[in-house]
């Protein structure tokens, strides 16, 4: 739709303009003619103004014949900029609104109906503070008529940028969106206003917060006590089950050390454990004994590290598993026999009397027979207890097995099993040596660790979730809308962590800026349309020419690019920039309008530097300009070298 420019006509619009070029013609005789009849005789006087008369309509039709080609041209040319104009309105991807002087919406294109909901004859016919608009803050409140975007710029006679507001529909269904309005310098226009829908990154946003309030909730209510720690061993989060164990209020223990609460020996073992979990990045579980508040407790500890976006561990946590009741069980059945069966048979783990070399079950207690689902007792006597796991131990493991309860005295491991009835859980299984009569047997203790292995599970489904969350987050928010490579705040962001990291290693920093060559007569002469599409091909044939991960390209502004080269040197840039040059002219986009080539060509600045905190990064992003502005000087489609 084209703009309807309000203009008001004088009287002498309405004069042919014929009648414009005669005009002079007859106060031109007139004159003449008093001018000649004093002087001269009838017939001279009668030759003279023939002749003038002549000669004035010769002029005449000469004029007009000129100046209606030239106001045939002119009106083709307006014909043609209302329909170039037409295009872009219509064919830009946002929603674009105009007002009037009063900030009632007038017109509008295809993407605002469809960003909007409204069709463009009834959005045209709505007053600014129609209450069919049903807009709300960010936050989801109601948001008055004076924060509308539109309001706001009409009343201040600004540019008002990124007003986030819901949209409701009949249907009480929200679209999120961007809104824009800047003033229109034109008579009887108001602002015209841009629509970007943010739906999908409000709606990541949200995911994001159900993602940590289920982590929290999860952490909250487990019947375990777990913490999370820094990789320097502070304590960054614990659950309520935690500071319950500890009998202290969670902001005595958060922001503290384990030297806080417990003596060397205990922190020393704990503190080796989880530099191995750290390390070599699995999850270790051991048995520690410590001196709590209420007495002395002994515990099954699992430390599993947490990794980040990059896959780098971030964080390490802790589920802590209280086995004190079965540990002083165990030392009873050890040290006093006239409590065997009550310790035996009441056991909450399934027990087993194993002989050491066949490997036979010779006895096992009630919860046994419970726990792996047999009809009667005798089920489980005389068979391998490996036969109820769901894999077998090979010769190697058996071996292992029996090394260590030889060398500590102790073996436990956790293992998968199938009872009797087919069903499946998980155990820890552990092992020890003990008499029986004389006879030498191994006591096989089963602990049913199902619930804590699903809690483990939730936790990483957890986990993933939040990490892909984040990614998809982190993704919206560092890459270029147009281009799909780095933006300026992910450029930025690099830079200054290389900037850094180069300074501690003392090691080159490389910077490529460039633009395209007369890319504004590029769009001139093709179109926005076919520039994007000059940006994106660039952008991708740059980006696939990079090899290196620390090798970034980001799209600086505009035409304007901006290569990071960590660890190279001037020479190694220069290479780099040929190849960029090459790759470029490889995809010979056609610029007929360039004075430099008929392809799309770009100029480029080149600097290199060993990193320095006494100094910005922002002193070489400016060598980097200079050395592009004078390439450009030099006459484009080249590579300039900042020197001093």
Partial sequence: MALKWLTQRSRIDDIPLQWLVVMPLGVQIIGSVGLLNPLCNYFWTVCICGIMLILSIVFAIVATRWINETIKHIEISLKKSEQKYKLLFESLPIGISVTDSEGNLIEGNTASEAILTVPNQELIERTYDSPAWQIIRFDGSPMPTSEYASVRALKENREIDNVKMGLLDVSGNVRWLSVSAAPIPLKGYGVAIAYVDISDLKHTEEALRQSEALLNSFLENAPTPICIKDLEGTYLSINNEFAYWMQMPKEEIIGKKDQDFFPYEVIRRLRSMEKQAIFEEISISFEETVQLPDGTHTFIMTKFPIVNDQNKVQTLAGIYLDISDRKRAELD????????????????????LVDPFSMLTFDCNRRAVNMFEADRKEELIGIEGQTLQKCKFTEAQIKSIHGDIEQFGYWSQEVEYITKKGNHFWGNLAAKPIAVAGKEMNLVRVTDISDRKKADLALAQTQAELRRVNLELQKLVNLDGLTQIANRRCFDERIMYEWQRLHREQRPLSLLMFDVDYFKRYNDCYGHQLGDDCLIKIAQAVELLLCRATDLVARYGGEEFIVILPNTNIEGAIAVAERIHAAIADLKIPHQCSDVKDFVS???????????????????????????????????????????
């Fill in 602 to 644: 770009v100029s480029m600045g080149i600097v290199s530097d060993i990193p320095n905190l006494e100094r910005s990064p922002c002193v070489l992003i400016n060598q980097a300009d200079q050395a592009l502005y004078h390439a450009k000087q030099k006459g484009r489609n080249q590579s300039v070298v900042f020197t001093i």
């Fill in 333 to 352: 059945l050890a040290y006093n026999n006239d409590l065997r069966e009550e310790i035996y048979n009441g056991s909450a783990d399934a027990i087993f």
